[in-house]
């Protein structure tokens, strides 16, 4: 298994991650939690698999000075036009993660890092790399896809064959993450660098409500209950994706 670029796949990803109430939920999940997370002053970040850049505008237009690190070329250029669209500057690097070493000579107050490590050949190994990329007082924002939302939603669909031989990864050309992520052994791994300050759980019912009733749904009303369920000690392990804040040990 390899690393999961989108070079081919970059318009149909925004598309599909953006254009509807699955990306709406996302990005307010995360721009509230960051929110309360970030101090009042600006902050060197960096994005690193940074998409089109969705995030990386939010931050920059709150005055935070930003460098987007994504590898794929035209995901890449849709993250220029975006703020060269909104009047916005930052600093834009293609190259994958296994590179970004090499290339900064410096460290972050703030490293965002979401729906990147579901797409890697070895989730675990960045994490020493996100930390090198820190700053001591900084702090690493990490989204991931989580495999007890997969399990679940499997579940109520009876697709317990599948379930049984745990097929669990996307198909090779589809948008469905390869490596979906079991947030134990997450919080194992990070445990060693890391210290997990609040934990956040993205589309924690959204996605498991009927059709019908979804289309029927308004996004004010999914977005105010999404943010408010989104720590609930019930639900937030069922949140499609889960976004972490970390601080460095």
Sequence with gaps: MTDRHFDEL???????????????????????????????????VLDVGAGLGHMSLWLAERGHDVTLAEPAGPMLEGARARFAEAGQTATFIQAPWQDLLGQ??????????????EWLAEPASILPVLHQLTAPDGMLSLAFYNKNALVYRNLLKGHFRKLRKAEFAGEKQSLTPQ???????MATQLAELWQVESQSGIRVFHDYMPHEFQAKAELIDLLEMELAYRRHPAFAGLGRYLHWICRPR
């Design 10 to 44: 970059a318009t149909r990803f925004a598309e599909k991650i953006y254009g509807g109430a699955k990306g709406a939920i996302r990005l307010a999940v995360l721009q509230a939690d960051l929110a309360e997370a970030l101090p009042d002053k600006p902050l060197r």
């Design 104 to 117: 900064l000579d410096q460290r972050y107050d703030l490293v965002v890092c979401h729906a990147v490590l």
């Design 179 to 185: 490596q979906p992520l079991d947030p134990e052994e």
